[in-house]
């Protein structure tokens, strides 16, 4: 699982609103389905390559272009403050009472109390140590409940900061000017993968979920506007700072140029059960999208 502790405020670059996410800890890419494009569905995190949409100004950014202003502690850190300062004693305790086979707390009490109402001013009444670990139990959940208010209110103010649609991607192509050649990559790459859905509706319409030997792929053609897209991509992925060799020869391959894919996927240094998987399709002039089944996909 992906485990998130707390919240993180980042404000928009261009009109420094701001918004509030999650904070992650730990991230698990692991998904039900992966894609040779990079699709995933049931994924444990996607982060759609970072992408967003301003909730003021509605412009667009990449999470990492924003202006990071500070955080929220979550529950966890919270609580876990408290645990700790009673978690020694506590410990020193139970090491303590280990001695004993069986615990005659309940009969002690029993006897207390029945001396206790037989004679009050010499047994003044007490509590059960069962009716003290109740309170405490009880008071604690009060007080979880109030951190958890507490939360809630520091939270109030900000805006949750939001991902691009899919439907928003083509605005962002045209203008495609305005942006940083960073935004540009993700945005095209959500746009390859947005216009593959249909030739994966139709895969799927057809063969349901499960995966189907090479030679019984589905023909698959880029039109116009894809391949347009694609051949962006492929010269914006040659100027990042790290080249994604694997995804360039994905696209070459999908565009149907499989020498050029065949040349970058041999020299890719990504995962391996991608790009054999990719590599083999190049080789047999197939340009299909394909779903990547991963070895702990397998049953
Ligand atoms: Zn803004």
Known sequence: MSRTDGYQLHACPHCDKVHVCLNYVSLNFMARENWSDGRSYQSLYDSRQGLHRCVGCEEFFLKSETNY????????????KNEYEFDVEELI???????????FTWLHDLF???????????????????????????????????????????????????YAQDSDLKNIIANKGKYSDDLMRSARTLYWMYLNDDY?????????????????????????????????????????????????????????????????????????????AILLLARKKIRAPVRIVYAHQRH
């Not at 670990?133 to 007080?143: C, G, M, N, R, V």
């Not at 589905?218 to 391949?227: D, G, K």
């Open 69 to 80: 202003v500070g955080d929220i502690p979550g529950l966890r850190s919270r609580i876990k």
């Open 93 to 103: 305790r139970r090491q303590r009472d280990d001695g004993h086979l069986f615990d």
């Open 112 to 162: 207390y109390s029945m001396k206790s109402r037989w004679n009050p001013t010499r047994y003044p009444f007490k509590k059960s140590k069962k009716q003290i670990a109740k309170e405490k139990a009880a008071k604690e959940e009060a007080e979880l409940l109030q951190v958890e208010q507490e939360v809630q209110k520091e939270l109030a103010p900000y805006p949750w900061l939001s």
């Open 200 to 276: 994966r509706a139709q895969r799927k319409a057809k063969f349901g979920d499960k995966p189907i030997p090479p030679e019984e792929i589905p023909e698959f053609q880029a039109t116009a506007e894809q391949a347009d897209n694609m051949l962006a991509l492929i010269e914006l992925l040659k100027t990042d700072s790290y080249v994604l060799k694997t995804r360039i020869g994905e696209l070459y391959r999908e565009l149907g140029y499989f020498d050029q894919a065949i040349v970058w996927l041999d020299d890719g240094s990504e995962s391996y059960q991608e790009k054999d």
